[in-house]
């Protein structure tokens, strides 16, 4: 499915639908009845995926072979009847259109559910929180030396030594990797004229992209290089990466990313430049999403070993810059294409790092709760974080 970059144009997807009963399964069901997806259906679009016959919840998820550990749910950790009252209004669609919801504290899974198009074994269409897997694919080309914390304040035109700078309009030639990171780099480029190059996308390929996105600019400026959302920025970090990493971004990324972490059922295609999709494409599913989320509260480890620079995941996640579309939370603050907010609980807060995609792909980090809260959806104006905040947290805060 393709989903655009930024959430103001995300497609609406309009759907009827009822619920049966819920389907709950418990401590007494130790059997693997999550939904799947059959064969035929992983190849239809999202929106041609039929709706589930009823949700289904799930307190003691079943060990698959995907390398989550598991457990149950008000056995292991968290209030089983605060987490299933939310889930049961997911599922009569209180808040809108989703398809999962998941919980994993101390690495462990509690929590499983699925909803309307969700399947156990099928990728979600992810939106712009490719975006936050992007920034991690760099700490991983950090980790491994192929960059370095310094190389984030360097122009981004000194990595990419296949283009003209002649050419150039004024000012591409002081963007940092910090710029791009932080949505500042101030390129200006409309969305009719990116309509016009994927006209004839042989324009586009490979470093051509960035040659595109520095000729065709308004002028960089001071003025010009504060926080807007758009998806050339991701290009150019893509770019970065395609540029240093041995090989191409793409093996890079599965080699030493997916595979390092057992992703191996995904999506994330090449955009037009032949590069994978940095700002939005990929597909997750469900329970992968949480291996993200762990190595964020993890500190970059994945089973112990560094896999991330722990020195720039901090920094990703970290609040840089203020966010300054208007459908972005006032609250939440921007790092490296992750968001970082606080969450209240009675008197006390909780520091949350967030991947966020449109319609509703969240990934919710809370290293101090050891905490991991994935969603899907397909909602148009996807509001369920605060209702996370409110029923879900304080049934690990007890």
């Known amino acids: 499915m393709a989903v655009?970059?930024?959430?103001?144009?995300?497609?609406?997807?309009?759907?009827?639908?009822?619920?049966?009963n819920?389907?709950?399964?418990?401590?007494?069901?130790?059997?693997?009845?999550?939904?799947?997806?059959?064969?035929?259906?992983?190849?239809?679009?999202?929106?041609?995926?039929p709706l589930l016959a009823k949700p289904f919840i799930d307190t003691a998820p079943a060990k698959r072979k995907d390398a989550i550990p598991v457990a149950k749910?008000?056995?292991?950790?968290?209030?089983?009847?605060?987490v299933v009252?939310?889930?049961?209004?997911?599922?009569?669609?209180?808040?809108?259109?989703?398809?999962?919801?998941?919980?994993?504290?101390?690495?462990?899974?509690?929590?499983?559910?699925?909803?309307?198009?969700?399947?156990v074994n099928l990728p979600h269409f992810q939106a712009s929180a490719t975006k936050a897997y992007t920034s991690l694919a760099l700490g991983r080309a950090i980790q491994l030396g192929y960059l370095t914390m310094a190389d984030l304040d360097k122009p981004l035109v000194s990595f990419l030594k296949d283009l003209n700078p002649k050419k150039f309009v004024k000012g591409v030639e002081k963007i940092s990797l910090h710029d791009a990171l932080t949505m500042s780099s101030g390129v200006g480029i409309t969305e009719e004229q990116l309509n016009k190059f994927r006209e004839n996308p042989e324009l586009l390929k490979g470093q051509n992209q960035a040659q595109v996105y520095f000729e065709n600019s308004t002028p960089v400026t001071l003025k010009s290089q504060i926080f807007s959302y758009k998806g050339t920025d991701p290009d150019l970090v893509m770019q970065v990466i395609e540029a240093v990493v041995p090989g191409s971004a793409q093996d890079f990324i599965k080699k030493e990313l997916l595979d390092k972490i057992g992703i191996t059922n995904y999506r994330w295609p090449n955009g037009v430049s032949g590069l994978p999709e940095a700002g939005a494409g990929a597909g997750m599913i469900s329970r992968d999403m949480l291996k993200w989320g762990s190595l964020v509260i993890n500190k970059g480890k994945w089973q112990g070993k560094q896999l991330i620079s722990a020195e720039y995941l901090a920094k990703a996640t970290s609040k840089i810059t203020q966010p300054t579309e208007d459908w972005q939370p006032k609250t939440y603050r921007y790092g490296y294409f992750w968001y970082q907010t606080n969450f209240m609980v009675g008197n006390k807060s909780y520091d949350a790092k967030l991947a966020w995609g449109g319609g509703?792909?969240?990934?919710?980090?809370?290293?101090?709760?050891?905490?991991?809260?994935?969603?899907?959806?397909?909602?148009?104006?996807?509001?369920?974080v605060p209702h996370i905040a409110k029923n879900i947290l304080p049934a690990f805060t007890k």
């Open 4 to 20: 655009n970059s930024t959430f103001k144009h995300l497609v609406a997807i309009t759907l009827l639908c009822s619920f049966g």
């Open 22 to 49: 819920l389907a709950i399964a418990g401590e007494q069901n130790h059997n693997d009845n999550a939904p799947e997806a059959t064969a035929a259906q992983t190849e239809l679009s999202f929106r041609d995926i």
């Open 73 to 82: 749910l008000g056995v292991d950790g968290g209030d089983k009847a605060m």
């Open 85 to 119: 009252k939310m889930a049961k209004q997911i599922g009569e669609g209180k808040y809108g259109k989703y398809d999962s919801m998941l919980i994993s504290q101390k690495g462990k899974l509690l929590f499983e559910s699925y909803y309307l198009r969700g399947r």
């Open 360 to 384: 509703g792909q969240h990934i919710i980090a809370i290293a101090e709760l050891d905490l991991i809260i994935v969603i899907t959806g397909h909602d148009r104006e996807d509001t369920i």
